[in-house]
T-cell receptor
């Protein structure tokens, strides 16, 4: 049971380049999330999904896109990288049900845009 | 919109001491969940403890306990007998109980340093 797996761990992009951050979970969780973490700013929600085929914007969605074709995978796409997107990105998942289950996080991707 | 405030950007204590990290939140909801997450230098996000707002009893997990004051909208974390391995960023987080599909709202974090 690997939990939430993110790839890559590190990436450097040039301004204007594109890339996809991969996220997969093997816990059959229906809810998945993408957060970004900037120094001193906590974690901010970019996009989330409540199940395959359903996605919605979070607090800071501009410059990003997501898709959810399967329960397991929730990739995050950056189309035209900008220096403001330099951050650490976390994917997380949890199971919907009675009560609130905690978020399970991946180990993060550190992205630098220069 | 809910907000979570952690007013201590950084704290430093000696090993074996007790330390309390503060967290306040703002919501109009009556039922919700609160969490403390730990982020060591490895960057991994680790759940420390959680509290359900309708439960009056404060949650406890080994050396970690909370002081939940619902009327004051306060949710502080107490670490007893602090250890070097407790050095980390600590984040307070909130989610409404109505599904919470839109994710947790996090505070900006407190950097806790345990000195030998």
């Amino acid at each position: 049971n690997a939990g939430v797996t993110q790839t890559p761990k590190f990436r450097i992009l040039k301004i204007g380049q594109s890339m996809t951050l991969q996220c997969t979970q093997d816990m059959n969780h229906n809810y998945m999330y993408w957060y970004r973490q900037d120094p001193g700013m906590g974690l901010k929600l970019i996009y989330y999904s409540v199940g395959a085929g359903i996605t919605d914007k979070g607090e800071v969605p501009n410059g990003y896109n997501v898709s959810r074709s399967t329960t397991e995978d929730f990739p995050l796409r950056l189309e035209l990288a900008a220096p403001s997107q330099t951050s650490v990105y976390f994917c997380a998942s949890r199971l919907w049900g009675s009560g609130i289950s905690p978020l399970h996080f991946g180990n993060g991707t550190r992205l630098t845009v220069t | 919109a809910q907000t979570v405030t952690q007013s201590q950007p950084e704290m430093s204590v000696q090993e074996a001491e007790t330390v309390t990290l503060s967290c306040t939140y703002d919501t109009s909801e009556s039922n919700y969940y609160l969490f403390w997450y730990k982020q060591p230098p490895s960057r991994q996000m680790i759940l420390v403890i959680r509290q359900e707002a309708y439960k009056q009893q404060n949650a406890t997990e080994n050396r970690f306990s909370v002081n939940f004051q619902k009327a004051a909208k306060s949710f502080s974390l107490k670490i007893s007998d602090s250890q070097l391995g407790d050095t980390a960023m600590y984040f307070c987080a909130f989610v409404n109980s109505g599904g919470g599909a839109d994710g947790l709202t996090f505070g900006k974090g407190t950097h806790l340093i345990i000195q030998p």
